[in-house]
DNA sequence: GATATCGTACTCGGATATACATTGTCCGAGTGGTGACGG
DNA sequence: CCGTCACCACTCGGACAATGTATATCCGAGTACGATATC
């Protein structure tokens, strides 16, 4: 059970976008580009988050993403929910149901499915305490002089 | 970002060998045919909990499986390491060290990482709170007594 | 009749195919900017 | 000199291939039970 990769890649894309000036957004060339990663492959991911709202995307010359709304507003679910959608991880099929002795009351969950219910509950409780507000203050908070330097000057590459 | 199916087939098959009384244990065919499920997949995924530890197998005529502690020693979250790993679900490649931007301080998780890894504590949390023995009480306090008779007589095919 | 031995049936264990989902790439659709042309 | 139009470069969007993982199956290894032959 391993989550998808583009999870990884659209957070660290969002928490740059949340870092721009409000309606500012960058091609998703550019952000494949802040972290090297395959630019279709992140344009697709970027896509998803767009179809989810998390994002607006802006089509021709100077367009781009950018952020659909403030940065406080955007959960950290949020983002796993547009890439990996809202299935749970556990999915019962109600085998309890089948064979010789099957079970009788079928109106309320089996008792194992309760307990995933739960713990998935708790899991994205965490999840969506977390916005791109605060991963973008805490790490604005960590960097070093030089990097801001650094990030200032690639921005002004990218946004002319 | 789904959860194996092998986890619902053993969560199960592990809460009927609860019910068994201590050290008697079943054929992983028997456990499959429970809940009519493929008798050779169920046989895969039983060794796995094997090599885990959470079930002893007994070799030639008369074996099978059986639990190797009691159910009260044994969690749901145990069941889910053994058939998917102890691999975390979000796996942070470090992509913000490369690009032009990188970031500076490695020797610290990333925030989005952090955010993870406490959301994914949580989860397990809930699924270690709970004993294969808690299960299998509350399964049996709402088993009617159709149920009951109809599971005794079945095992005492199985069982001889 | 008791005991040792062989054979057989049963069960687990790992190696081996298959199906499906994720990953990765490409080309067409749409849009804003820019330059040329005409008034 | 100003307005309009057409072209072009840029970007997103979805359709299409490649790879990896989970699913599913089969055959060999090992063990207990039972039958048989011998003492």
Redesign the interface.
């Known amino acids: 059970?391993?989550?998808?990769?583009g999870?990884?890649?659209t957070?660290?894309a969002c928490?740059l976008l949340a870092a721009l000036p409000p309606g500012v957004g960058l091609p998703a060339a550019a952000l494949a580009?802040?972290?090297?990663?395959a630019p279709a492959y992140m344009a697709k991911h970027m896509q998803a988050l767009a179809r989810a709202g998390v994002v607006e995307s802006v089509r021709g010359a100077g367009g781009g993403y950018r952020l659909a709304k403030p940065a406080s507003e955007i959960t950290?679910w949020e983002i796993v929910e547009a890439i990996?959608g809202v299935?749970p991880?556990?999915?019962?099929?109600e085998?309890?149901a089948?064979?010789?002795?099957p079970?009788?009351?079928f109106r309320k969950p089996?008792?194992?499915t309760s307990?995933?219910r739960?713990?998935?509950t708790?899991?994205?409780?965490?999840?969506k305490s977390?916005s791109l507000a605060d991963?973008a203050a805490?790490?604005g908070r960590?960097?070093?002089p030089?990097?801001r330097a650094?990030?200032t000057q690639?921005l002004q590459e990218q946004l002319g």
């Open positions: 059970m391993k989550m998808s990769e999870v990884e890649w957070a660290h928490t580009e802040f972290h090297y990663l950290l990996e299935e991880t556990f999915r019962c099929t085998i309890r089948q064979g010789p002795c079970g009788s009351d089996c008792e194992i307990v995933f739960k713990a998935e708790a899991w994205r409780a965490e999840l977390v991963i805490e790490v960590k960097a070093t030089a990097r650094q990030l690639w």
